[in-house]
Every structure is written in structure tokens, then in C-alpha cells.
């Protein structure tokens, strides 16, 4: 997608989106979004901070006005100003399902929908404080009533205000839900035809409350790809490239997903079946030579991501960068010397 409107839209190599017209977006290497620069000053700019090796944001700055959250498992339990002040306490004793939340000394309850979409804001009154209503996809339907600050919005999730195109939080990655996609591809999927659908276009009777309901972690999900940095899936008859090294080096990513479309010949996907399935090599096929194969593909690539992934970093990291793609070079000599006989 290049254009929204009449708008330019750009993206980068990874398939993480960086420009809609003048907004700019920015992203870390596990594909995090870091900043959100808007057009029109700064009042709108959002800076996010989250947890070493996790999707759990732990901050986020909004022009001026800082706000640490704490969790209770998979949800934001309370959110903290700069200063320690308590800006806001949350009941949801599943995955969010909202309850309450408690600002300012006032306790106020979530009214939600079928799909967790928050529809109305109750106050111990039993007046009405906000009022919510949305497209299929999560776009708001018309203007929304927003008597008291409130995060939650769309399937339960976060809503980034000051953002464009209608932007969410879901945990893994940020949906645009004016298009009804992601701002960033699936992190397991890297055939960049399919990585940013949103719940297999299915709005009205699916969630995603993780962004990753793509076809790799449906797989990983039902215990398919147990141990393996990458595999090739089945569903509905098409082959999905799928990366399970989630918190490796990108180019690292990059090179187990070379391997797998290396045995995109060697398998046949079952046509029009709708369950995901982790396809054998075709009957007579020589697994040894097809494993082989792919084993130098992936080296190659491999050698030849080291020294642009690691060169330009310094000091720590570099070695760290270095480290990490000599133990896959390692396991790949590996299974040459095991498969290439």
C-alpha cells in the first residue's frame, strides 16, 4: 500500500510503515515502534519505551507528559506520572476484559461488546460517561463522546490518541485500523504479500489480541514448529515462510526465512485445506540433498549478513552481533557436514 487517500505512504525494507504524508514513524531492530513524529508540532509526538526483550511497554511520552505502566500478567494494572502520582488503576481479571478504572477518585465501568470493543463508559452514577462506535475493522463511526481519559477502546485494546489513522496498541505490534491493517509485518511471517492482515480479514467474529494471528503462529500455537528457528506452513493450499527467532539479529531472521523458501519446491501444500499443517517433502524426494541445499543457502546468506549487520554497531555490541551469527554459521557447518555427504 502506498497511497492512503490521496496521501503518500512509505515503508521500509522490513515492511514496518515510516511515513503516512509528513507523519514520520520510527522503529527499533525487533521492529518496535520507538517514536511517532506528527506534521502539525509536537503537541502529538509520542516517544514509547518497553521492557529488554519484550513487547510490554513500560513508557510512553506524549509531548511533555510522561506515563509508566505496571502489569499484572498480559495487562496494564495502573499507569504512574513522572513524579510517582497515580494517573490511573485497572480491573481486568482476563485477557482484556475491562472492568474498571478507577482516575482522579472516580471509579468508572467498561460496558463492552461481543468483541471486547468498549462501547460505553459507566459512572458510579450510572450516568454515561463515554460512548464509542466503530466501523468493522475498528475505525471510529462517528464522533465519540470522551467524557473521562480513557485508553481502551477497539477489541479492549489501547488507542494512541494523537496518532493518524486511527492507531492501536496490540501488544506485538501497532494496528491502523482507518485501513485495517498493521503498521508492522507479522514477526513470524516473512512472505511480504501476506505479513499485515488483520485477523485474517474476519473483523467480526475474530481478535487478535497479541497481533500475531497470522498463519506462522497459528502453527506455533498448535505445537508444530516446537525447537525450530523456521518452517514452511500450510493453509488453504499457499506456503508461508515462517520465522520462529523472534529475538534474533534481523539479518539473522532474514536468512532462516532464505532456507525455508529454498524448500518451497521440495513440499506440496494440500489445495483447499483450511487447516495449517507442516507439509512432508514430496514422495521420492531426496531429503538429504533438499536439506542440504538449503543448509548453504542459509550459510551464504548468512556470511554475507555479518559484516552489514554487525560493522556498523561498536564496542559490546558488535561483539554481541558477532557472537550471535557465528553460532548459527556454527549450527549450519553443522548440518552440511551432517546432510551434504
Given at each position: 500500500?502506498?497511497?492512503?487517500?490521496?496521501?503518500?505512504?512509505?515503508?521500509?525494507?522490513?515492511?514496518?510503515?515510516?511515513?503516512?504524508?509528513?507523519?514520520?514513524?520510527?522503529?527499533?531492530?525487533?521492529?518496535?515502534?520507538?517514536?511517532?513524529?506528527?506534521?502539525?508540532?509536537?503537541?502529538?509526538?509520542?516517544?514509547?519505551?518497553?521492557?529488554?526483550?519484550?513487547?510490554?511497554?513500560?513508557?510512553?511520552?506524549?509531548?511533555?507528559?510522561?506515563?509508566?505502566?505496571?502489569?499484572?500478567?498480559?495487562?496494564?494494572?495502573?499507569?504512574?506520572?513522572?513524579?510517582?502520582?497515580?494517573?490511573?488503576?485497572?480491573?481486568?481479571?482476563?485477557?482484556?476484559?475491562?472492568?474498571?478504572?478507577?482516575?482522579?477518585?472516580?471509579?468508572?465501568?467498561?460496558?463492552?461488546?461481543?468483541?471486547?470493543?468498549?462501547?460505553?463508559?459507566?459512572?458510579?452514577?450510572?450516568?454515561?460517561?463515554?460512548?464509542?462506535d466503530y466501523y468493522a475493522f475498528g475505525d471510529s463511526l462517528a464522533t465519540q463522546t470522551q467524557g473521562v481519559t480513557n485508553p481502551y477502546r477497539f477489541t479492549g485494546r489501547e488507542y494512541e490518541s494523537g496518532s493518524v489513522?486511527?492507531?492501536?496498541?496490540?501488544?506485538?505490534?501497532?494496528?491502523?485500523?482507518?485501513?485495517?491493517?498493521?503498521?508492522?509485518?507479522?514477526?513470524?511471517?516473512?512472505?511480504?504479500?501476506?505479513?499485515?492482515?488483520?485477523?485474517?480479514?474476519?473483523?467480526?467474529?475474530?481478535?487478535?489480541?497479541?497481533?500475531?494471528?497470522?498463519?506462522c503462529a497459528e502453527a506455533k500455537a498448535k505445537g508444530l514448529v516446537n525447537n525450530v528457528g523456521g518452517a514452511v506452513i500450510c493453509k488453504d493450499g499457499k506456503k508461508h515462510w515462517c520465522v520462529y527467532a523472534e529475538k534474533?539479529?534481523?539479518?539473522?531472521?532474514?536468512?532462516?526465512?532464505?532456507?525455508?523458501?529454498?524448500?518451497?519446491?521440495?513440499?506440496?501444500?494440500?489445495?483447499?485445506?483450511?487447516?495449517?499443517?507442516?507439509?512432508?517433502?514430496?514422495?521420492?524426494?531426496?531429503?538429504?540433498?533438499?536439506?542440504?541445499?538449503?543448509?548453504?543457502?542459509?550459510?551464504?546468506?548468512?556470511?554475507?549478513?555479518?559484516?552489514?549487520?554487525?560493522?556498523?554497531?561498536?564496542?559490546?555490541?558488535?561483539?554481541?552481533?558477532?557472537?550471535?551469527?557465528?553460532?548459527?554459521?556454527?549450527?549450519?557447518?553443522?548440518?552440511?557436514?551432517?546432510?551434504?555427504?
Amino acid at each position: 500500500m502506498t497511497k492512503y487517500g490521496t496521501t503518500a505512504m512509505e515503508w521500509d525494507t522490513w515492511g514496518c510503515l515510516t511515513k503516512v504524508g509528513s507523519h514520520t514513524y520510527f522503529w527499533d531492530y525487533t521492529d518496535r515502534l520507538t517514536k511517532f513524529d506528527h506534521a502539525t508540532g509536537t503537541s502529538n509526538d509520542a516517544t514509547y519505551g518497553y521492557l529488554p526483550g519484550s513487547w510490554q511497554r513500560y513508557k510512553r511520552v506524549q509531548d511533555t507528559t510522561v506515563e509508566y505502566y505496571i502489569y499484572d500478567g498480559d495487562n496494564v494494572l495502573a499507569s504512574y506520572a513522572s513524579n510517582g502520582t497515580l494517573n490511573a488503576r485497572y480491573i481486568t481479571p482476563g485477557l482484556d476484559e475491562n472492568v474498571s478504572m478507577t482516575r482522579s477518585g472516580n471509579t468508572y465501568y467498561y460496558m463492552a461488546d461481543g468483541l471486547g470493543s468498549i462501547r460505553n463508559i459507566g459512572e458510579s452514577d450510572e450516568d454515561t460517561a463515554n460512548i464509542y462506535d466503530y466501523y468493522a475493522f475498528g475505525d471510529s463511526l462517528a464522533t465519540q463522546t470522551q467524557g473521562v481519559t480513557n485508553p481502551y477502546r477497539f477489541t479492549g485494546r489501547e488507542y494512541e490518541s494523537g496518532s493518524v489513522l486511527d492507531t492501536y496498541y496490540y501488544r506485538n505490534r501497532y494496528y491502523l485500523s482507518a485501513l485495517g491493517i498493521f503498521a508492522s509485518r507479522d514477526p513470524f511471517e516473512y512472505d511480504l504479500s501476506r505479513g499485515w492482515q488483520y485477523v485474517r480479514n474476519n473483523p467480526v467474529n475474530l481478535t487478535d489480541p497479541w497481533g500475531e494471528m497470522g498463519v506462522c503462529a497459528e502453527a506455533k500455537a498448535k505445537g508444530l514448529v516446537n525447537n525450530v528457528g523456521g518452517a514452511v506452513i500450510c493453509k488453504d493450499g499457499k506456503k508461508h515462510w515462517c520465522v520462529y527467532a523472534e529475538k534474533s539479529n534481523e539479518g539473522i531472521q532474514y536468512c532462516i526465512a532464505m532456507h525455508e523458501r529454498d524448500h518451497g519446491d521440495d513440499v506440496d501444500c494440500p489445495p483447499c485445506d483450511p487447516n495449517v499443517t507442516r507439509p512432508p517433502f514430496k514422495p521420492g524426494a531426496d531429503s538429504n540433498k533438499e536439506e542440504c541445499a538449503a543448509y548453504k543457502v542459509e550459510l551464504s546468506c548468512l556470511q554475507k549478513e555479518k559484516p552489514f549487520r554487525c560493522n556498523k554497531l561498536r564496542g559490546e555490541k558488535r561483539k554481541a552481533c558477532q557472537k550471535e551469527f557465528d553460532d548459527r554459521i556454527a549450527q549450519m557447518q553443522q548440518g552440511i557436514a551432517r546432510y551434504c555427504k
